[in-house]
């Protein structure tokens, strides 16, 4: 039987891990499913006669329901994330978020008819190992008493050096790239999410630690540094929330789902590692297993991305997603008929019947959308 708090369940795995473990799939099972219905009700949204897209500025979906469902949903499983990371450290929960993309893509083929190749399910086999490789080589949580303690490892100078720079790398996304490259590279807006995504799961884990604390009879809630956690949490899910819709609305779910689970994934370990010292407390060949790990989950989530850009319009020996390079002088739409639309153009630039002027798109003209460096 599994002890108290932080006992052995069974070799490589405490009491706490499983908890963790639990709520973590729970919340990739919900967040897998938001993609998709948060998907579907931002395309009905841009279809209706007053709608304008949230990829260039438009909140029209706020007036959807179906968003609203899977906005729900995603809440849901957001909970369930937050209170996994109350139990478990951040290198194994966050990795399992992987799940949510095998999930994302089932779902995909089934309601937006994107067609899920042989080598897909290649990938959500590698995304399972991977994961199972993580979970049984986690670190034990870090037994902590008290959120103040918490607060004394968030400034520490390499965990202050590690937010100054994520806050000048959103700061110069946000004031010169996204308006210049927003709606033509992917990177921009994932990039945005994924980098505030690192600091917000250390707040949420932080919070997390004070509420079970509290729960469990020692209140945490009379320290301002609870509060101050909490207010980094909200303003770092709102600009999350804004960022995701734009990418969401702009390429295609099968882009951005793996990409950003890649790139947030593996600034969140780095975060973790930097403020819980996870590393610590391990050795060597249990680090080494968990690298493994996390990269059998990359190659699976970029598998999948480029067997869904292989089954695009039927084409496996064509590039289905580009972006225009910086010479390119005409813009590219692909049809939402058959994958759902990745409107990969210039600001300004307009698009008729989902096509360019004369229907093609030229090698010359545009670069392959998985050029750009990974990395929900």
């Known amino acids: 039987m599994a002890a108290a708090g932080g006992g052995r369940w069974y070799r490589g795995m405490s009491a706490d891990n499983v908890k963790g ?116 080589h986690a670190p034990p ?59 917000s799961v250390m707040s949420v884990k932080a919070l997390g630690i004070a509420l079970k604390l509290t729960f469990s009879g020692t209140n945490q809630l009379v320290y301002p540094q609870t509060w101050a956690f909490t207010m980094v949490v909200i303003t770092c899910i709102i600009t999350q929330m804004n960022y995701l819709n734009k990418a969401l609305d702009t390429f295609n779910t099968a882009v951005v789902s793996p990409i950003y689970y890649t790139m947030f994934t593996s600034l969140t370990i780095l975060a973790s590692v930097i403020m819980f010292k996870d590393w610590d407390r391990q050795n060597p060949t249990q680090i080494v297993t968990e690298m493994c790990g996390f990269v059998t989950i990359l190659s699976g989530t970029f598998l999948l991305h480029k067997t869904k850009d292989m089954a695009a319009d039927g084409l496996s020996n064509s590039p289905s997603f580009r972006l225009p390079t910086s010479t390119a002088s005409r813009s590219f739409k692909q049809t939402d008929e058959y994958s759902e639309g990745i409107p990969l153009r210039s600001p300004g630039h307009h698009h008729t019947d989902a096509r360019c002027a004369d229907g093609q798109v030229s090698p010359s003209q545009s670069t392959r959308a998985s050029r750009v460096s990974y990395v929900p």
């Open 141 to 199: 949580e870090r037994q902590i008493e008290s959120v103040t303690e918490v607060w004394g490892l968030a400034t520490e100078p390499a965990f202050v050096c590690y937010v100054a720079v994520v806050l000048a790398l959103v700061v110069v996304l946000l004031f010169k790239f996204v308006p210049l490259y927003g709606q033509t590279h992917v990177m921009v807006y994932i990039g945005v999410c994924s980098l505030v995504g690192s600091v």
């Open 21 to 136: 473990l639990v709520l973590a799939l729970s919340s990739s099972l919900f967040i897998g499913a938001s993609f998709i219905i948060k998907k579907k009700g931002l395309k009905k949204a841009a279809s209706s006669s007053s709608g304008v897209r949230a990829g260039v500025g438009g909140y029209s979906y706020l007036y959807e329901p179906l968003w609203w469902v899977g906005m729900i949903t995603m809440v849901v499983g957001e909970v369930a994330n937050f209170a996994a990371y109350a139990f478990a450290p951040a290198i194994l929960v966050t990795p399992l978020g992987a799940l949510s993309i095998i999930i994302s893509a089932v779902l995909a083929h089934v309601m937006l008819r994107e067609k899920l190749h042989i080598f897909g399910i290649l990938g959500c086999v590698l995304c399972v190992v991977g994961s199972t490789t993580i979970v049984l």
